[in-house]
């Protein structure tokens, strides 16, 4: 049976940071596929003048110039005006929605606001057949997190709930997914067997830029270890979905979240940058981490015993995420040579360039039986990828969930950190502009060396 569509886009926080940066290109993406839906913005300021500018700005500085579609964007907007506690917004909303049957409410705000929302939506009865769309985090912990899950399901079943990661949506994520079970060559060697290690590393060059007072709030293993980094390590080691329907993949990767031991604190070391303190908006003697290194362990019979490492900081070299997945060196070295242990090994991209690269050894020209490492590489640029919003956004409005968090899966990933939340373990300095703190390199220990990413093709 067809899902129905929704007929009319809402969405709180108009005038804010995400409608900037995401969800007005994301509309402009829609609209020359065809979209044609009212949209309305709920925000403070309630000026349809000053919502039009605000997207005028977002698409001008995305540099996104089709005239047709601007044109569309600012004729399909609407605006309405209101404090998100005051319960006439939400009256006010309902007269503008008009004959609306099937509403998307998307939530860009800040996550203390989702419940009153949420509240303030189903007293004035515009939750019925709708669709409700929140930005992660859901949550500050499993016990927060189960908290909103029971607001949410009190006037919303979970197939109407659309929980936004957008790295789920992002093209080389998914693509991670269609390599491995597309390919025979793969699935003999990816498991325990094979695989002496997986190493993912998220490194972002740049600081908290001014969001201080937000940073003090989550924290890198708050920020994108919970979420991102553990998203990408479902797809890199969950198993094959099974049959065609729309939840098998989701069914998977809620296995896998749910074989992944709990970290401990032996099992974590933060850092936070110097000159972090000095931040606009952090709080003296701020604890809070800017870098995150966990070592992980899957309960199952296809990774048992196969160390995972994850890495993600701040004011690290490069902005790059990557995963390095080490094969086993042979029980015997047949020429004698003394062989680098990350000789073998299968390196993927993620951004900001996409590159699947496989490492082998060849021999050198010569008498000698001898060898050198090489790397076969296969890249596709990113810069043709639908956006991940785009994407996530249509898909919602069709009623898809397969690129969207499920409640099962989100409380598993957050009982995986839920023990190491805070200021638990100890919290050493780095130096910006390195790969963290030295205390990282002791947690791989004989597991590693660290694989540091190197910077993209064309860039020192």
Sequence with gaps: MAVPVSDTLVFFGATGDLAYKQIFPSLYGLIREGFDLPVIGVSLDGSIERLRERAGESLEHHGLTDKGASEKLMELLRAVRGDYGDPATFERLRKEMGEAKRPLHYLAIHPTMFARVVEGLAGSGCVENARVVLEKPFGRDLASARELNDILHDHFPEEAIFRIDHYLGKEPVQNILYTRFANPVFEPIWNHHYVRSIQITMAEEFGVEGRGKFYEEAGAIRDVLQNHMLQILAALTMDPPVGGDHEAVRDEKGRLFKAIRPLT???????????????????????????????????????????????????????????????????????????????????????????????????????????????????????????AYQRLLGDAMHGSSELFARQDSIEAQWRVVDAVLGNVTPLYSYRPGSWGPEEAYQLIGKHGPWHNPRPPEGKP
Aim: aromatic share 8%; net charge positive; proline share 8%.
């Design 265 to 387: 604190p032996a099992d974590v070391v933060r850092g936070q940058f110097d000159g972090y303190l000095s931040e606009p908006g952090v709080r003296s003697g701020s604890t809070v981490e800017t870098f995150a290194t966990v070592k992980l362990a899957i309960e199952n019979w296809r990774w048992a015993g196969v160390p995972i490492f994850i890495r993600c900081g701040k004011k690290l070299p490069l902005t790059v995420t990557e995963i390095l997945v080490e094969y086993k060196r042979p029980p015997r070295e047949t020429f004698g040579e003394i062989v680098p242990v990350a000789s073998s090994h299968v390196r993927i991209r993620i951004s900001p360039d996409i590159t699947m690269s496989m490492g082998l050894r060849l021999k050198k020209p010569g008498e000698r039986m001898a060898g050198q490492d090489v790397e076969l590489t296969f890249v596709r640029q990113a810069a043709d990828d639908m956006p």
